[in-house]
Structure formats: structure tokens, C-alpha cells
């Protein structure tokens, strides 16, 4: 997701609260249970890609077939190249948050979340002197078979996150900006081997209670700094919305 448009969301979570009634600002936060937990169901939002070129190098000078005159020298073999492109996408997510008030509006939190379905494809074309033949085509040359396909289509990857922070109400009241801070890891599996990447977290979110029970929606950024799969910086933006209960 573009950096504006990641900020745009969290300013409109910070935004929303303040046209609840007046004095929900000044409100008594003594009553406020120091545990909650959240069931959440929502979005991870992802685009890691890393690309790989491979150049069959200039051959030796070598004689030519039966039938054709002279030899094939270096610079006359066609340049041949193979490009490949490997991305992982979105994924559904579903998680629980728990989270215990060291203060009337600063809480540590602790949470664990599954994304099950991931997209990992690969792509790749084929080209001699300029001329290429894309992914899609590779299925009608001899050879092609079934294995073949699968892997042309894409797997999917399952992300296990797991990490804690703090989280800080801005207001007091029922309705309840609340901005996140706090470090975790993903653990990757389903692309033939197992990874695991730490991540920084920063985001925001808005809780609205009924007493004891109530809702809570997070855009939080998952900033992996060396992801398994492109090797450098990637944002994993997760989007949920879960019950909440208090005690």
C-alpha cells in the first residue's frame, strides 16, 4: 500500500472519535477493565518481489552444422536470456490480542495472528536476441506437463506473526483513538522452506466500548527490514476489525 494512502487511513482512525458527544475526552478511565481481549478477522496487505536474469554467455568459436558453410563465431549466437519474477501477495488474516493497562490509558499488548493464504507465483519469459516468449506461453511448448503447470500458477505461503508493544488511548470515554507501537516476528512457511523475519510495528486503531464488551479496528505496519524473499525493506499493512472483551 502507498505510504499516503497508509497515512490517509490512520489520520481518519485519529480523526472519527473527536465527533463523539462533548466531554468524552474528560472522562473518568478508573472503571476501564485492566484486561481485554480481541478476536480480529481482517486484511495483510503485501508486495515482496525479487527478479533474477540469467545470460547464457558468448560460446566459443565452434564449427557449424552439416550443410551450412563457415563456423559460428562469438557475437553471431543469438543472445539468450531467462527472467524470472517471484511475488508474495495478500493473504486473509485472523488473530487474538490481549492486552492488560499498566495505567489508565497506556496498556502492554501481546498478540498472535494467521495469514493462511498468501500468493507466492513465479513468472518468467524466455527471449533470444530481443524477441520474448512470456510465462503464459510456456504451457504450449513440448514438454509442459502437469508439475509444470502447478508451479506456474503459484502456491500458497502461510505467515504465523506473533509480537507485543504498548498501546496508548489518546481520550478517555467510549470511544477511543489509540496509536501502537511494538516489535514481533513472522515465521513463513509453504515456499519449500521455512523463514523467519523480525518486523517493527507502528500504527493506529479506535476502540468503541459498551462496559465490558466492544469493537476494536487496526491499520497497523508490519516493517519487516530484511524480508526472506526480496532481501530488503517491506511493508506488511494489516487491516482488522474484531470483539472485544473486557474483565
Same mark, same amino acid.
Given at each position: 500500500?502507498?505510504?499516503?494512502?497508509?497515512?490517509?487511513?490512520?489520520?481518519?482512525?485519529?480523526?472519527?472519535?473527536?465527533?463523539?458527544?462533548?466531554?468524552?475526552?474528560?472522562?473518568?478511565?478508573?472503571?476501564?477493565?485492566?484486561?481485554?481481549?480481541?478476536?480480529?478477522?481482517?486484511?495483510?496487505?503485501?508486495?515482496?518481489?525479487?527478479?533474477?536474469?540469467?545470460?547464457?554467455? $558468448?560460446?566459443?568459436?565452434?564449427?557449424?552444422?552439416?550443410?551450412?558453410?563457415?563456423?559460428?563465431?562469438?557475437?553471431?549466437?543469438?543472445?539468450?536470456?531467462?527472467?524470472?519474477?517471484?511475488? #508474495?501477495?495478500?493473504?486473509?488474516?485472523?488473530?487474538?490480542?490481549?492486552?492488560?493497562?499498566?495505567?489508565?490509558? *497506556?496498556?502492554?499488548?501481546?498478540?498472535? !495472528?494467521?495469514?493462511?493464504?498468501? $500468493?507466492?507465483?513465479?513468472?518468467?519469459?524466455?527471449?533470444?536476441?530481443?524477441?520474448?516468449?512470456?510465462?503464459?506461453?510456456?504451457?504450449?511448448?513440448?514438454?509442459?506437463?502437469?508439475?509444470?503447470?502447478?508451479?506456474?500458477?503459484?502456491?500458497?505461503?502461510?505467515?504465523?506473526?506473533?509480537?507485543?508493544? *504498548?498501546?496508548?488511548?489518546?481520550?478517555?470515554?467510549?470511544?477511543?483513538?489509540?496509536?501502537?507501537?511494538?516489535?514481533?516476528?513472522?515465521?513463513?512457511?509453504?515456499?519449500?522452506?521455512? !523463514?523467519?523475519?523480525?518486523?517493527?510495528?507502528?500504527?493506529?486503531? *479506535?476502540?468503541?466500548?459498551?462496559?465490558? *464488551?466492544?469493537?476494536?479496528?487496526?491499520?497497523?505496519?508490519? #516493517?519487516?527490514?530484511?524480508?526472506?524473499?526480496?532481501?530488503?525493506?517491506?511493508?506488511?499493512?494489516?487491516?482488522?476489525?474484531?470483539?472485544?472483551?473486557?474483565?
Amino acid at each position: 500500500m502507498p505510504a499516503p494512502r497508509l497515512l490517509s487511513i490512520l489520520a481518519l482512525l485519529l480523526i472519527l472519535p473527536f465527533g463523539a458527544p462533548a466531554g468524552a475526552d474528560d472522562a473518568d478511565t478508573s472503571d476501564t477493565p485492566k484486561n481485554q481481549i480481541v478476536v480480529f478477522g481482517g486484511m495483510s496487505i503485501l508486495d515482496a518481489t525479487t527478479k533474477n536474469s540469467y545470460r547464457l554467455p $558468448d560460446g566459443p568459436n565452434f564449427p557449424g552444422f552439416p550443410g551450412l558453410p563457415g563456423r559460428f563465431r562469438p557475437g553471431q549466437i543469438p543472445d539468450f536470456e531467462i527472467a524470472t519474477s517471484t511475488s #508474495l501477495g495478500n493473504s486473509a488474516l485472523f488473530g487474538v490480542r490481549y492486552s492488560r493497562y499498566l495505567k489508565d490509558r *497506556l496498556a502492554v499488548e501481546a498478540d498472535f !495472528e494467521v495469514g493462511p493464504t498468501h $500468493d507466492l507465483e513465479t513468472n518468467g519469459e524466455v527471449c533470444v536476441s530481443g524477441r520474448c516468449i512470456g510465462s503464459g506461453g510456456f504451457d504450449q511448448l513440448p514438454g509442459f506437463g502437469p508439475q509444470d503447470r502447478r508451479m506456474a500458477q503459484g502456491r500458497r505461503v502461510t505467515a504465523l506473526q506473533y509480537g507485543a508493544g *504498548l498501546a496508548y488511548d489518546i481520550t478517555g470515554g467510549d470511544v477511543r483513538p489509540v496509536v501502537i507501537f511494538g516489535a514481533g516476528g513472522a515465521t513463513w512457511s509453504g515456499s519449500g522452506r521455512t !523463514e523467519t523475519d523480525f518486523e517493527l510495528r507502528f500504527g493506529a486503531g *479506535l476502540k468503541i466500548l459498551f462496559g465490558n *464488551l466492544g469493537a476494536r479496528v487496526d491499520v497497523v505496519d508490519h #516493517l519487516v527490514l530484511d524480508h526472506f524473499l526480496s532481501g530488503k525493506s517491506e511493508h506488511n499493512v494489516q487491516v482488522t476489525a474484531g470483539f472485544l472483551v473486557g474483565f
